[in-house]
């Protein structure tokens, strides 16, 4: 159960109907959240610094949404990991009209140690409550 106060009172919201709010506020508002990653190159050699230049988190709506982002690295030979930095699966209310760049931001410095092959890096934006995915970004680049 979700507690919750208002001007007119405090009460409490079961997850499921928090779930239905949000779908609710984005089929009402007309638009949905977005994510968009902008890397620094698409391909990078040994001494060079991968960045994401944007990580931007984008509102267009008129309310505020609760969202849970996501992001993650994909490695050539490994499984995804979340990518670990304060983004990684958080759950918070997106502003009204927000539009956010959290870039720039650094991911790594290439070395010999990588793998060479093909990485991603990516951001997802979900319903906290029903995991319905609202947006997301896929963004590869090559190690050489």
């Not at 984005?26 to 001494?47: H, M, R, V, Y």
């Not at 410095?109 to 906290?128: E, K, L």
Request: glycine share 8%.
């Amino acid at each position: 159960m979700l507690q919750f106060s208002t001007r007119m009172g405090s009460g409490e919201m079961s997850n499921a109907n928090y779930g239905r709010l949000v779908a609710n506020a984005i089929d009402w508002a007309g638009q949905a959240p977005g994510c968009d990653i902008q890397l620094n190159k698409t391909s990078f050699i040994n001494g060079e610094q991968v960045i994401a230049q944007v990580m931007r988190l984008t509102n267009p709506s008129a309310v505020p949404l609760p969202i849970e982002l996501g992001t993650w690295l994909e490695i050539p030979t490994f499984a995804p990991v979340r990518f670990p930095n304060p983004l990684a699966d958080i759950k918070t209310i997106l502003a009204a009209g927000a539009n956010r760049n959290l870039g720039p931001i650094p991911l790594f410095t290439v070395t010999a140690a990588f793998p060479r092959g093909t990485y991603g890096f990516h951001c997802r934006i979900v319903n906290p409550v029903t995991k319905q995915r609202l947006a997301e970004d896929f963004n590869t680049f090559q190690l050489q």
